[in-house]
């Protein structure tokens, strides 16, 4: 079975750093292309980043470009998203998912972590 | 970056009706046009990928169509448990960006 685990949510100050982690099981990780997703309270799904199976290419969204990055472990099963310079507009649910390469499409997701930017 | 526009924002529908939500793109992303389906407190599912292939395990009610800039959600008899928002996302490029969604509410 299919599981992404995220941790690392909580709350942070505005300009503060936080690291978020995605445990994968159930299919073999490496083989993937991985995202990051994003829902503020009460808003829409934003697309935040994604990484190549082996590392070496990484996007990211407008907003979150040059603050945040994106990185893999392959041999723990593992994805992060380092975030820095957080500021209130990044409060939201972080989830992490799986991408069906090929069709390109996240056909599975994380129960999501919730990130609070806010003094 | 590509821009996906969802309509209606709101809708409100009985069990057993038929609703269609369309999503138009800002420009071609031939049929890399994907939805799902997101009810609260929960993360969401994938319903159609590729415009119109139905993710294994989700119901034949749910059908997509389009190609280019246009496409379509249809679920063509409303159950209980289909009320959720409903998102599209394009596939094309990066940015892969999502609609702004579909609420889908009881009547």
């Known amino acids: 079975e299919v599981q992404l685990v995220e941790s690392g949510g909580g709350l942070v100050q505005p300009g503060g750093s936080l690291r978020l982690s995605c445990a994968a099981s159930g299919f073999t990780f490496s083989s993937h292309w991985m995202n990051w997703v994003r829902q503020a309270p009460g808003k829409g799904l934003e697309w935040v980043a994604n990484?190549?199976?082996?590392?070496?290419?990484?996007s990211y969204g407008d907003s979150v470009k040059g603050r945040f990055t994106i990185s893999r472990d392959n041999a723990k099963n593992s994805m992060y998203l380092q975030m820095n310079s957080l500021r209130a507009e990044d409060t939201a649910v972080y989830y992490c998912a799986r991408a069906r390469t090929l069709e390109r499409f996240l056909d599975y997701w994380g129960q999501g972590a919730l990130v609070t930017v806010s003094s | 970056d590509i821009q996906m526009t969802q309509s209606p924002s709101s809708l409100s529908a009985s069990v057993g009706d038929r609703v269609t939500i369309s999503c138009r793109a800002s420009q071609s992303i031939n049929r890399y046009l994907n939805w799902y389906q997101q009810k609260p407190g929960e993360a969401p599912k994938v319903l159609i990928y590729l415009a119109s292939s139905l993710e294994g395990g989700v119901s034949s009610r749910f059908s997509g169509s389009g190609s280019g800039t246009d496409f379509t959600l249809t679920i063509s008899s409303l159950q209980p448990e289909d009320f959720a928002t409903y998102y599209c996302?394009?596939?094309?490029?990066?940015?892969?960006?999502f609609g702004q969604g579909t609420r889908l509410e009881i009547k």
């Open positions: 996302q394009q596939g094309f490029n990066t940015p892969a960006t």
């Open positions: 990484i190549k199976q082996d590392g070496s290419e990484q």
